[in-house]
């Protein structure tokens, strides 16, 4: 019976992740090499989304007219909405804003509402005088005035106006406010009426944010600002440091543990290196494809980034142990066969696993890039390359890695005399 040979075929397995991870660090090497986001670099972001269609290159010139030349735009949602990030903007606490759903509806307040004067209009023909009785409505069938009289008005006061009804049969009412009191009165006995203008809130004033988001109304119109944030320089340094901490404590931790869990075979610590080896490889390959990623397309470093890469490192770790894990158990039922025999088996028992499991999530996360998600764009970009360099990397790195060290391969290539091939337990 014929058996694929996977080992035989090492030495390509090599040639292969070798040009491929010294592409990457190329292009890891060629400056920019990222993009950094905004929790890596100080800086402000703010996603904003425009009522009419605007152009990435008008929005760019606004900036630049504005002082902010070295403002970065991405576009996200059509022509509508953008994600521009700038250096970090002066403003004063509580001016964030965060995505917030879209809120329910609230329940209608309890009692009569306020009454709010809409305008003011004087009472009664030009000279008259005497008294204007205050009635209300009659609103069955044609509105007109009713006969419960509400109160009374001298003519020729001036008097605050906060309803009127049209269509009516004295033609228009007006529900006049005098005191505590009000009522209706027809038209024939109110002249000179003014509508009050309506003041539009006060725009609260958010230091740099305020001065930028005028100017862009004045060019592009009414918009909503989505989302606004800031980070400083101090909060900037601790992100990267805490990112490279976790990063360095994940491998070592990793490390220690494969060495644990293969303990019972001999020297368990080559499996614990040749899975940081395959590790290492699939990381540089990401880093690469995000660097490449970033100055095509311009695409950040953020810290759903760092969450991919960390879940990629966790990814790529399990295939691999997998693997090993046949392996321990190809050497204990023939514990006198050859450990390249051993191995070979073990990558023929679970290619076919590792195959569909990477495929099945590779074609999820491909869904969710292709049905938007700009949120957690950097994360789903991080774990497609990551996982497919992780299944390559169990397959072609680790174990075949073992073998050559184990073969004396790697011996050889370091100029050293290589021992013979011992059984894999004695």
Known sequence: MTTLDLVGTRKWSFLASGVTALLALIILAIPPAFRPGIEFTAGSTTLIRFTQPVSQEDLRRAYADMGHGEARIQQTVGTTEYLIRTRELSVPPGSFTEVAPEASATPAPVGPAPLVPIGTASLGAEGATGSIDLFDVDRAGACKLGTQKLGTAKAGDRVDVV???????????YRILIGEASGYVAAKDVRQYQEKPKAAP???DRGERTVIERGLRDRFGAFEVREFASVSATVSRVAVRNTAIAVAVSTLFIMAYIAFAFASLPRPFRYGVCAIVALLHDVIITLGAFSLFSKLFHVEVN??????LLTVIGFSVHDTIVVYDRIRENVRQSPHAPFASNVNAALVQTIARSINTSTTVLLTVATMLLLGGTTIASFLLVIFVGVAAGTYSSIGIASQLLVAWEVGDLARVFGRRPHAEKPAVG
Not at 163 to 173: F, K, P, Q, R, S
């Open 163 to 173: 309803d009127v009804l049209h269509n009516c049969i004295e033609g228009d009412l």
């Open 202 to 204: 006060p725009e609260p």
């Open 303 to 308: 810290l759903m980034f760092v969450t991919g």
